[in-house]
């Protein structure tokens, strides 16, 4: 459910329709129109809405559509391209936001060129 309306429902619905459903931030994206780079995104979705191959792209800015539901899409980030797989609870989202840029930092031991009190390494 979003906002009301059940997976099948936001399908059925026209773009401006939907439109007024959304957040302040992707109605007023789509009300001013999308990129080209959104268009050509969701032309090659809607080609690629059959096969089992994701769809590779760099658009990590483009909102989740009803059309996108059930669909494999491989978004970069920034190294190498993650398969996300669209489900309904996403709507209202960008593609961006499931694909992590940073790796989580995990800080080793002191190692050569150390300062001489950071070299102590306590015994476990």
Do not use: C, W
């Amino acid at each position: 459910m979003y906002r009301g309306k059940t997976a099948e429902d936001l399908q059925k619905l026209a773009l401006e329709q939907l439109v007024e459903l959304l957040p302040a931030r992707q109605r007023r994206t789509l009300k001013r129109g999308l990129t080209e780079t959104q268009q050509k995104m969701l032309k090659k979705l809607r080609k690629y809405k059959g096969t089992t191959k994701p769809l590779r792209t760099k658009s990590r800015n483009m909102p989740i559509l009803p059309e996108m539901f059930g669909t494999t899409i491989a978004v970069y980030s920034g190294q190498a391209y993650v398969p996300v797989t669209i489900v309904p609870e996403m709507i209202g989202h960008y593609l961006g936001e499931f694909v992590q840029t940073r790796k989580r930092v995990q800080h080793g031991s002191p190692g050569f060129g150390a300062t001489r009190g950071s070299k102590f390494v306590p015994l476990k």
